[in-house]
C-alpha cells in the first residue's frame, strides 16, 4: 500500500511540474529541482546527473528527466508513472488547444495571453541556465564553495565552438566533451 502511495505522490508531482512548465523542458528544471530537493527525493548532485543524462539521451527532456527521476526514486515502476504524469497536462491541454485555438485565435485576450506567456519561458530558461552554471561551475563541499576549472573550461570551450562553427552537432560536441572530461580525470588520477 505504501509503494501505490509512492507512485501516486511521483506522479503527482510530476503532473504538477509538467502542468506548470512553460516554455518547454528546460524551462521545468528550477520547477523540478524545486520539487525533488526540498522533498528530499533527490539531491542537487542527482538532480544535475537527471539533467546531463536526459541532455545526451534521444528523445524529449522533459520526458528523459522524468523517466530517470521515477527510475532512480522507485525503479521501472517509479519510470512509468513519473513520464506519465509530466506527459499528462501536456495531452490535456493539447487536445483542448488544438480543438479551440482556431476558434479562439483571433481574439484579443487570447493573442495577447500567448504574447505575454514568451517572456515568462524566456525568464524560466535564462534562470535554470544561470542555476545550472553556478551548480556545476561551484562546487559546494564541508569545505566550502570552490571554482570547478575543468567544467568552466569546458563548457566555454564549448560555446566558443558552438558560435564559430555553428555546423557542428551538439551531439558530437557533447560527446567530444565527455571524453576530454573522462581522459582529463584519468590523467589527473593518474591511471
Not at 561551484?138 to 566558443?160: C, E, H, P, R, Y
Not at 560527446?175 to 573522462?182: A, L, N
Amino acid at each position: 500500500m505504501e509503494v501505490i502511495s509512492d507512485l501516486l505522490s511521483l506522479f503527482f508531482t510530476f503532473a504538477k511540474i509538467g502542468l506548470f512548465t512553460v516554455g518547454g523542458g528546460y524551462a521545468m528544471i528550477p520547477l523540478m529541482q524545486k520539487e525533488l530537493v526540498q522533498a528530499g527525493l533527490m539531491t542537487e548532485p542527482e538532480v544535475l546527473d537527471m539533467i546531463a543524462v536526459s541532455q545526451v539521451t534521444p528523445g524529449a527532456f522533459s520526458v528523459n528527466a522524468a523517466t530517470f527521476a521515477g527510475m532512480r526514486l522507485h525503479g521501472a515502476a517509479g519510470a512509468s508513472v513519473a513520464t506519465a504524469g509530466v506527459l499528462f497536462p501536456s495531452l490535456i491541454i493539447t487536445l483542448l488547444a488544438a480543438k479551440f485555438f482556431f476558434t479562439f485565435r483571433r481574439n484579443i485576450f487570447f493573442r495577447e495571453t500567448m504574447h505575454a506567456v514568451r517572456p515568462v519561458a524566456l525568464a524560466l530558461i535564462f534562470y535554470s541556465a544561470l542555476t545550472l552554471l553556478c551548480d556545476v561551475v561551484f562546487m559546494k563541499s564541508t569545505s566550502g564553495v570552490s571554482l570547478d576549472w575543468m567544467a568552466l573550461i569546458l563548457g566555454g570551450a564549448a560555446f566558443v565552438f558552438l558560435q564559430s562553427m555553428r555546423k557542428i552537432s551538439p551531439a558530437l560536441l557533447l560527446i567530444i566533451c565527455g571524453m576530454v572530461g573522462v581522459a582529463v580525470e584519468l590523467f589527473l588520477s593518474g591511471r
